[in-house]
């Protein structure tokens, strides 16, 4: 008996996903920054979800702000990290049910920062992120190679491993986002070249899909690394590019609008 052929499977058009990341920076005046993007999205429509990831102390006042002064607030909201517990005896901790609460639909967790900073392990972030997924909310879950493993030809090795070791089983395209973020790129003004991006995405897209099947085929790869308005489009066309994670020029609305126009309409 002859096998069926079967179709290819319809692609989907992955919604991409513009996420800023104050770390720790951000009093109430960046209050003004958030309304700031938030209305000018109001007007110019771009083809992404938007999303500011504050820091703890401004996500309430925020989520607050921007659902008073508008009924479709277009501007989402996440946290930068969460506590793999619900709740309990962790001074100085936030869990993902209090970000939820406090209006967060997302979280970042595993960003190099926090695993040098704090010696977070890949099993640490992976409870994290099935933490969040616990609470109702999207990982955004960060990997990449230091400037060292580059050059020591690891990269594919180190991002494998952290793939492999920080995402939960059972994973899905709407609660599981994978943002690549070279260590070395961060904060430092430096980006890989397009074809680096690209291979490195081509390879996470195989990795989820070997893992998640169709689920993998449609989550984010967000791309972060000193993404400025004036490098956004280039790195944004790169294929399996669906957004970025954005740090220093996400604090000041112009410049953040100038990475999101990257996809405008
Ligand atoms: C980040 O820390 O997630 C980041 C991408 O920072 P920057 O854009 O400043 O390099």
Redesign the pocket.
Known sequence: MTEAVLPPPATVAIRPLVAG?W?MNGAKQGLEEALAIRDALAVNVVAADVMICPPATLLMVMAEILAAEAENATLQLGGQDCHVAMAGAHTGDVSAEMLQDAGATAVIVG?S?RRVDHAETDGMVRSKAAAAHRAGLAAIVCVGETAGERRAGLTLAIVGRQLAGSLPDGAKAANTVVAY?PVW????GLTPTPTDVAEVHAFIRQALAARYGGEGTQMRILY????KPENARQLMAVANVNGA?????SLKAKDFLGVVAAYAI
């Open positions: 990341n770390k960003h920062e973020e790129a961060i904060g430092t972060g690394g000193s993404v994670l954005v740090g220093g020029a």
